[in-house]
């Protein structure tokens, strides 16, 4: 069974970098698949962040892309999210999850989710 | 950028009705990419349908889907308590990007 675990700082100050880990139980992320954020802010619904493969090779939303770094370390089955310059509009319950389906075409396992506000 | 607008916002129905959601692309979208999603409060979203008619595993066969091109169709044949959630539906396109409608609401008339 894929699990998927967010993890990092709840609390995050305007313009600052949001850190976050995604670690992944079940599935070693070395044997394939792309590997996933989306947000979603308190009562709205959702927005894809970007993608990442185990090689390294991500796609990003373009509406956020120039703040946004993903990377992957494949020793510990763990990929990670950056988001650089944050403001208010960037408090959201994050989820990593897989992209899985035919041809990843869908999101298939989902991490609880975790909630970071970006307030002073 | 394909946008999804799904409708309706918000549709209230009782147990044992049938539910119909909708989900219209701003542009051609592969049926191949079409995914279901049913979210409930505090919870993260779990998958229902993709490749707009296949049920995910697990998932009750009053559960489907249905449509091509821009028009998709999420159908609940008879409704259960725990079918009352938000709905969105999610495209995989071009440059390898995905987009999310903004949510069915399903509530209890």
């Known amino acids: 069974q894929v699990q998927l675990q967010e993890s990092g700082p709840g609390l995050v100050k305007p313009s600052e970098t949001l850190s976050l880990t995604c670690a992944v139980s079940g599935y070693s992320i070395s044997s394939g698949y792309y590997w996933g954020w989306i947000r979603q802010p308190p009562g709205k619904g959702l927005e894809w962040i970007g993608s990442i493969y185990h090689s390294g090779s991500t796609y990003y939303n373009p509406s956020l892309k120039s703040r946004v770094t993903m990377s992957v370390v494949t020793s510990k089955n763990q990929f990670s999210l950056k988001l650089s310059s944050v403001t208010a509009a960037d408090t959201a319950v994050y989820y990593c999850a897989r992209v899985g389906c035919n041809g990843g075409s869908c999101y298939d396992y989902w991490g609880q989710g975790t909630l970071v506000t970006v307030s002073s | 950028e394909i946008v999804l607008t799904q409708s309706p916002g918000t549709l209230s129905l009782s147990p044992g009705e049938r539910a119909t959601l909708s989900c219209r692309a701003s542009?051609?979208?592969?049926?191949?990419?079409l995914a279901w999603y049913q979210q409930k409060p505090g919870q993260a979203p779990r998958l229902l349908i993709y490749g707009a008619s296949s049920r995910a595993t697990g998932i009750p066969d009053r559960f489907s889907g249905s449509g091509s091109g821009t028009d998709f169709t999420l159908t609940i044949s008879r409704l259960e308590p725990e079918d009352f959630a938000v709905y969105y539906c999610q495209q995989y396109g071009s440059s390898s990007l995905y987009t999310f409608g903004q949510g069915t609401k399903l509530e209890i008339k």
């Open positions: 542009q051609s979208v592969s049926s191949s990419y």
